[in-house]
């Protein structure tokens, strides 16, 4: 399976902008990239999605690079709430895979 | 609407118990998850239902660990004769279906305390 690599953690000022990397060097032409994240004490929540192209929706914006080997999900105004683990996820190819889960990247946001 | 549920919220157990978790997806998702995260950790991926189909028992860590859904709904996963290392918060999730794009909903999971 394809991984991902995020850096542990991450720090930003409330009402700034926010980009968290994640490195997939071994995609696949076919493996969509989704973004969850999980605030404190909560199951993860479903933030974006895409496969070549950029995407935007209420919670962020994905970047993809080019070669697809790498994407950035952006935070436009951090908030407070914003506090959380962000994962990077490859979706498998074959139908029916479940996410494979990585160690993503806390992110605090500080007032 | 109604999100994924499960319960109980917290289960305190002796080592040796067995017990019982229970997941109820959102009506008419046809794909369920159980998942497992330890302490700090991330997300480990235990058993996949998808509608009649044969689960995925692949990442059950032992034969002490079963899953079942009945009816393609509810689901119950059961550890028998619990251990100290089983003590993690249990996830549960559900989808739609099981596609390349779906995206999976999770509940607020269990946290297992074994003694």
């Known amino acids: 399976d394809a991984k991902t690599t995020q850096p542990n953690s991450m720090e930003s000022n409330e009402e700034e902008p926010v980009h968290l990397p994640c490195n997939h060097s071994?995609?696949?032409?076919?493996?969509?990239i989704h973004w969850y994240r999980q605030l404190p004490s909560q199951g993860p929540e479903y933030v974006i999605h895409?496969?070549?192209s950029n995407v935007n929706n209420r919670m962020a914006s994905l970047a993809i690079a080019e070669d697809r080997k790498s994407s950035t999900l952006i935070l436009h105004r951090a908030t407070l709430r914003d506090a959380a683990v962000y994962y990077c996820?490859?979706?498998?190819?074959?139908?029916?895979?479940?996410?494979?889960f990585g160690p993503g990247t806390r992110l605090s946001v500080l007032p | 609407g109604a999100g994924v549920s499960q319960s109980p919220s917290n289960k305190v157990t002796e080592k040796g118990k067995d017990v019982e978790l229970r997941c109820d997806p959102i009506?008419?998702?046809?794909?369920l998850y159980w998942y497992r995260q330890s302490l700090g950790q991330g997300l480990e991926f235990l058993i996949y239902?998808?509608?009649?189909?044969?689960?995925?028992k692949s990442g059950l860590p032992s034969d002490r660990f079963s899953a079942e859904r009945t009816g393609g709904s509810v689901s119950t996963l059961t550890i028998q004769r619990t251990q100290q290392e089983d003590s993690a918060v249990y996830l549960c999730?559900?989808?739609?279906?099981?596609?390349?794009?779906?995206?999976?909903?999770f509940g607020p999971g269990t946290r297992l305390t074994v003694l």
């Open positions: 239902f998808q509608g009649n189909s044969a689960p995925d």
């Open positions: 895409g496969l070549t």
């Open positions: 009506s008419g998702h046809t794909a």
């Open positions: 999730a559900s989808s739609l279906d099981s596609g390349r794009t779906d995206t999976q909903y």
């Open positions: 996820i490859l979706r498998d190819r074959h139908y029916g895979q479940n996410f494979v």
């Open positions: 071994t995609i696949s032409g076919t493996d969509y």
